[in-house]
């Protein structure tokens, strides 16, 4: 069975930093590429970031792009984003989702970890 | 635009069919892959549709999908309570280069 565990996320203040895991199990991670979703409270979805499965390509919204960074160790079967600059609009939900960009293939989903910056 | 807009909500009886639309442009939809996702209250999204018009393994064919131009749509037969969750449509921005979502249609069943 396929399985997406985030975790790391919490309470943070303007300003500051916060790096969250995801561990895969259940498939061949370094086969696959991965993403991360985002959800406001009581919002909609907002794709936050993709990189490939050996890690040469990447993309980011515009939204988080020059403060996130995403990145992979496909020994680890691990997803990582080190979210810098956080700003209130940056309070969601953090989904870990695998799947090819291009194609909208999101084919499983974690079940998210929340951060909420805040002062 | 980079904009993808969905009604906000549609609705309909147990049994019968509803269509979610899909709006967007030549630099999303009209050139790239649709994929559309349901979520159930208080549970992450999950894949519907993919590349416009398949169903992933274990989505049952009461949901369909199609594509025209820069639009799509979801279709949902036989509507069931279990059906009431919020729907989203996707697909790749090539001028963005990233994913956006639609905004979003609410599903009841009356």
């Known amino acids: 069975e396929v399985q997406l565990v985030e975790s790391g996320g919490g309470f943070v203040q303007p300003g500051g930093s916060l790096r969250l895991s995801c561990a895969a199990s259940?498939?061949?991670?370094?086969?696959?590429?991965v993403n991360w979703v985002r959800q406001a409270p009581g919002k909609g979805l907002e794709w936050v970031s993709y990189?490939?499965?050996?890690?040469?390509?990447?993309y980011y919204a515009d939204s988080v792009q020059g403060r996130f960074t995403i990145s992979r160790d496909n020994a680890q079967n691990s997803l990582y984003l080190q979210m810098n600059s956080l700003r209130v609009e940056d309070t969601a939900v953090y989904y870990c989702?695998?799947?090819?960009?291009?194609?909208?293939?999101?084919?499983?989903w974690g079940q998210g970890t929340l951060v909420t910056v805040s002062s | 635009q980079s904009v993808l807009t969905q009604p906000p909500s549609v609705s309909a009886a147990p049994g019968q069919k509803v269509t979610i639309s899909c709006s967007g442009s030549?630099?999303?939809?009209?050139?790239?892959?649709v994929s559309w996702f349901q979520q159930l209250p208080g549970t992450a999204p999950k894949l519907l549709i993919y590349?416009?018009?398949n169903r992933p393994s274990g989505i049952p064919d009461r949901f369909s999908g199609s594509k025209s131009g820069t639009s799509a749509t979801l279709g949902i037969t036989g509507l069931q309570t279990g059906d009431e969750a919020d729907y989203y449509c996707?697909?790749?921005?090539?001028?963005?280069?990233?994913?956006?979502f639609g905004t979003g249609t609410k599903v009841t069943v009356l």
């Open positions: 989702v695998r799947g090819w960009a291009a194609a909208g293939r999101f084919d499983s």
């Open positions: 259940g498939f061949t991670f370094s086969t696959h590429e």
């Open positions: 990189i490939n499965h050996g890690g040469t390509t990447i």
């Open positions: 030549s630099s999303n939809i009209g050139n790239n892959y």
């Open positions: 590349q416009n018009n």
């Open positions: 996707g697909s790749w921005d090539g001028s963005l280069s990233g994913y956006i």
